[in-house]
């Protein structure tokens, strides 16, 4: 099952939002840009992507 970006509705993080997987919350009160960010890189390492944290070169 993916992982879901949802609007925190009451609270300290009201108006914010959180990355859920099953497996549990991954991020809290986050932006919108932020948590969409995040859930594209959840899912793709769901689907067999590794990260090797190198960069392309800008041409």
């Not at 108006?15 to 959840?42: C, F, H, I, S």
């Amino acid at each position: 099952m993916p992982a879901k970006v949802k609007k925190i509705t009451s609270g300290k993080k009201k108006g914010k939002y959180k990355v859920e997987t099953p497996g549990g919350v991954k991020a809290k009160g986050t932006t919108k840009e932020k948590a969409e960010a995040q859930r594209r890189l959840l899912e793709g390492v769901e689907r067999g992507w590794k990260p090797t944290g190198k960069k392309k070169k800008a041409a």
